[in-house]
């Protein structure tokens, strides 16, 4: 019964490709159409301009990180030039879509699994968008994406931090970024129990200039973490 229900709606409304909208047969399954899912597997095999490593084996990262995070470890190349990875990284920003949350941590997870340690030590965590953004989307798909990555480690995943304003970090410059980011992420009570002496995985859906993901690891590494991995789906890259 629940199948032929399903079928009905997508008939009704019938599903499409998260990346590019097109519609995609009632019977389908799939997060994206073929074009796009090649696409994407091209996108993956994009270079690191530094190492010359693809985006997912490549450990480098932005300077203001390297103080404070052990490694840095992406899936793809966010480009801003209206790539598959730009859409669905945009999708996810404005669209409580669980299958590609889904998705988009199996593929974090992949990326990260050859160099994560012993899962006794772990706790996931992630950088969490604004209150105000989150009333308005009605989701944080850092928060989704932290909880999926945990549950496929079978470790735990907690909220460790709160945002403060309104200002978004993708409108300001590099510069203004990190003074925002200084000013808007806060540690919540009882933080330092919960980490100290571990490895904190924190997630994100993407990183640019690396300010908050700075920020945050600095003051976990403050509340005893042993050592902070940061783990997003896409990582600024210039095209």
């Known amino acids: 019964m629940k199948n032929i229900v399903k079928i009905a709606l997508n008939i009704i409304f019938p599903p499409k490709c998260a990346a590019c909208k097109e519609i995609l047969p009632y019977y389908s399954t799939a ?3 073929d074009k796009c899912c090649e696409k994407w597997e091209t996108e993956k095999e994009t270079k690191c301009s530094k190492c010359g490593k693809i985006i997912s084996v490549c450990r480098c990262m932005p300077e203001s990180c390297k103080d404070s995070i052990d490694m840095l470890i992406s899936v793809a ?7 598959v990875t730009d859409r669905l990284v945009l999708y996810a920003k404005e669209n409580n879509d669980r299958s590609l949350f889904s998705f988009m941590a199996n593929e974090m997870t992949a990326a990260i699994y050859a160099d994560l340690p012993s899962a006794e030590d772990i706790i996931v965590t992630f950088v969490p968008r604004s209150l105000a ?3 308005e989307t009605g989701h ?3 928060e989704y994406l932290a909880k999926m990555v945990a549950e496929n480690f079978s470790v735990k995943m907690m909220r460790l931090f709160r945002k403060r304003g309104k200002i978004q970090q993708k409108t300001l410059g590099a510069e203004k ?3 925002n980011a200084e000013n808007s992420y806060l540690l919540l009570k009882n933080t330092a129990e919960n980490v100290k002496g571990r490895t904190v995985l924190l997630c994100d859906d993407v990183v640019t200039t690396g300010a908050s993901l700075s920020v ?7 509340a005893g973490a042993q050592r902070v991995y940061a783990l997003t789906f896409a990582k600024t890259v210039k095209k």
């Not at 190349?77 to 790539?83: A, D, E, L, W």
């Not at 945050?216 to 403050?222: P, V």
């Open 177 to 179: 970024r990190a003074e």
């Open 133 to 135: 953004r989150k009333r």
């Open 140 to 142: 944080d798909q850092s």
């Open 216 to 222: 945050c690891a600095k003051q976990l590494l403050n």
């Open 31 to 33: 997060l994206m159409c």
């Open 77 to 83: 190349p966010y480009t801003s030039s209206g790539s």
